[in-house]
């Protein structure tokens, strides 16, 4: 592990914890707080750029170790919240919401799935 690969999860992680925090604020302001939007948006948009990504590092481009740990560790990692989705999903669950805590947890895991092999579709077909 290099230290330039330190500072690059940590710049990544600075950039994808202000993009995380911007798009859960403007899905709450959007749709409400009620449910959480803003962590299923990031989850799926999160995924997608991940398939992005490995698909272009397949295909096109060898990115370096620094720039892979920027990307995949620092930037997607803060950006996409499992943790919180965790969190979410318990809260629903909690407070009686069971109908919505299934849908958030269904919806989660099949769009976040979806969402990282349209990226990965999308790049081949862009890239070959």
Do not use: C, Q
Not at 3 to 28: D, E, P
Not at 65 to 71: D, I, L, N, P, Q
């Amino acid at each position: 592990m290099s230290f330039h690969a330190i500072l690059a999860v940590a710049a990544g992680g600075a950039l994808g914890a202000v993009a995380r925090f911007l798009v859960s604020f403007g899905a709450g302001y959007l749709f409400g707080y009620g449910f959480p939007f803003g962590t299923l948006i990031v989850n799926v948009l999160g995924s997608f750029a991940l398939g992005v990504f490995i698909e272009a590092s397949t295909l096109a481009w060898s990115p370096s170790a620094e720039v892979r740990a920027f990307v995949m560790v620092g930037v997607l990692g803060a950006f996409t919240t499992f943790s919180t989705f965790s969190l979410d999903a318990v809260t629903l669950w909690t407070r009686g919401d069971l109908v919505p805590a299934i849908m958030y947890l269904a919806g989660s895991v099949l769009f976040g799935i979806m969402g990282f092999i349209t990226g990965m579709l999308l790049t081949k077909a862009l890239l070959t």
